[in-house]
T-cell receptor, first 109, second 113 residues
Framework: GQQVMQIPQYQHVQEGEDFTTYCNSSTTLSNIQWYKQRPGGHPVFLIQLVKSGEVKKQKRLTFQFGEAKKNSSLHITATQTTDVGTYFC?????????FGAGTILRVKS | DVKVTQSSRYLVKRTGEKVFLECVQDMDHENMFWYRQDPGLGLRLIYFSYDVKMKEKGDIPEGYSVSREKKERFSLILESASTNQTSMYLCATVAGTANSPLHFGNGTRLTVT
């Protein structure tokens, strides 16, 4: 079935280090969305990627969509304590949105 | 800004009880969803609705039902709560346009004892 694998499940970094989370699908996606959930909060939409090979930036966050539209990554440069939370990707298969399991990011100051 | 309001932040119920989780949105969106969130499993879709009185099963509908009598309100019903339904429940809404993002409520953490 349609499934989005997200790794790593958990990452603990020193403040200032970089962080990357990856999502993979065995079948082609229509698009991919990324959400952030702060501790105790609810998921909040960050961005959507639609085109093959697309790269988008939001300040220190860089989002990529693979050429085959089967994988995506979120990279955070020089993490800050405000980056803590769980990052989810959600792949779109036609009209169906399937979430990855999420990556929990902890930042040591 | 879209506002999605879930009636309870925390709920404790006993096994076998009938449980109602309420969700109200203020943006006149047609599409509403119920997810449950469990560690290591991400968000899994329970039920969704594209219109009043319309409902569709998601990936894990067993043990749940829903009601959508009015456009702004989407209720999740646990007919007979069980301990394996202890979870975080998230309601979400989305505009009808293609590729619109989900807007989530604050969630209801349900504990079934």
């Amino acid at each position: 079935g349609q499934q989005v694998m997200q790794i790593p499940q958990y990452q603990h970094v020193q403040e200032g280090e970089d962080f990357t989370t990856y999502c993979n699908s065995s079948t082609t996606l229509s698009n991919i969305q990324w959400y952030k959930q702060r501790p105790g909060g609810h998921p909040v939409f960050l961005i959507q990627l639609v085109k093959s090979g697309e790269v988008k930036k939001q300040k220190r966050l860089t989002f990529q969509f693979g050429e085959a539209k089967k994988n995506s990554s979120l990279h955070i440069t020089a993490t800050q304590t405000t980056d803590v939370g769980t990052y989810f990707c959600a792949g779109k298969y036609g009209n169906k949105l399937v979430f990855g399991a999420g990556t929990i990011l902890r930042v040591k100051s | 800004d879209v506002k999605v309001t879930q009636s309870s932040r925390y709920l404790v119920k006993r096994t076998g009880e009938k449980v109602f989780l309420e969700c109200v949105q203020d943006m006149d969106h047609e599409n509403m969803f119920w997810y449950r969130q469990d560690p290591g499993l991400g968000l899994r879709l329970i039920y969704f609705s594209y219109d009043v009185k319309m409902k569709e099963k998601g990936d894990i509908p067993e043990g749940y039902s829903v009601s959508r009598e009015k456009k702004e309100r989407f209720s999740l019903i646990l007919e007979s709560a069980s301990t394996n339904q202890t979870s975080m429940y998230l309601c979400a809404t989305v505009a009808g346009t293609a590729n619109s993002p989900l807007h989530f409520g604050n969630g209801t953490r349900l504990t079934v004892t």
